[in-house]
């Protein structure tokens, strides 16, 4: 166990829903990275908050939006969802803001799309 | 713009031999990090070593450790004594200084026969 929660694990949605996920960093750890994996590619940067703050945003679609919590639990809302849209989507913490040490990533949110 | 280029898109390795992955990055910063990444089939991310730039050693932990060529801009993963869980997708990242997210190449699909 990394320390990052993601929930839930798998989600199977149809076109044109909307749907949201979860995620806990690490304790102690105040930013929170989005990423998304597409089948047997890379992991392409979303957003970043930091402290409840958007902190760096990537190509993130208009249909998605995210924001971070106090309790510094993060959302991410993807809506009007196409087959395009199936993916892994990792959420990841780092402490302070700094990502020297690199992040620890959750195991991941694996979205369908029918 | 920073980029991140892994030109072996798969690579595999005798059990108990070395491989060695490549990784090449653009940048014009001066002071960053870099790292690689394990991703299993269990789709988990894992950091396996990372790399200060301003740091003239090469890292290493265990088995794994790395060829840093700053002016080359050049950052190869070696696995020594390769091992079947090693067998997996490794995520050659760059850490961007002003935004502090990662951005990673493609990855290398490394195969570990017995």
């Known amino acids: 166990d990394s320390g990052v929660t993601q929930t839930p694990k798998h989600l199977i949605t149809a076109t044109g829903q909307r749907v949201t996920l979860r995620c806990s960093p690490r304790?102690?750890?105040?930013?929170v990275y989005w990423y998304q994996q597409s089948l047997d590619q890379g992991l392409q940067f979303l957003i970043q908050?930091?402290?409840?703050?958007?902190?760096a945003k990537g190509n993130i679609l208009e249909r998605f939006s995210a924001q971070q919590f106090p309790d510094l639990h993060s959302e991410l809302n993807l809506s009007s969802l196409e087959l395009g849209d199936s993916a892994l989507y990792f959420c990841?913490?780092?402490?302070?803001?700094?990502?020297?040490?690199?992040?620890?990533f959750g195991s991941g949110t694996r979205l369908t799309v029918v | 713009a920073q980029t991140v280029t892994q030109s072996q898109p798969e690579m595999s390795v005798q059990e108990a031999e070395t491989v060695t992955l490549s990784c090449t990055y653009d940048?014009?910063?001066?002071?960053?990090?870099l790292f690689w990444y394990k991703q299993p089939p269990s789709r988990q991310m894992i950091l396996v070593i990372r790399?200060?730039?301003?740091?003239?050693q090469n890292a290493t932990e265990n088995r794994f450790s790395v060829n840093f060529q700053k002016a080359a801009k050049s950052f190869s993963l070696k696995i020594s004594d390769s091992q079947l869980g090693d067998a997996a997708m490794y995520f050659c990242?760059?850490?961007?200084?002003?935004?502090?997210?990662?951005?990673f190449g493609t990855g290398t699909r490394l195969q570990v026969f017995p």
């Open positions: 990841a913490s780092s402490p302070s803001g700094r990502a020297n040490y690199g992040y620890t």
């Open positions: 990242a760059y850490r961007v200084q002003d935004t502090d997210k990662l951005i």
């Open positions: 908050y930091y402290n409840g703050e958007e902190r």
């Open positions: 940048t014009s910063e001066s002071d960053y990090y």
């Open positions: 790399q200060e730039a301003y740091k003239q």
């Open positions: 304790s102690g750890d105040l930013s």
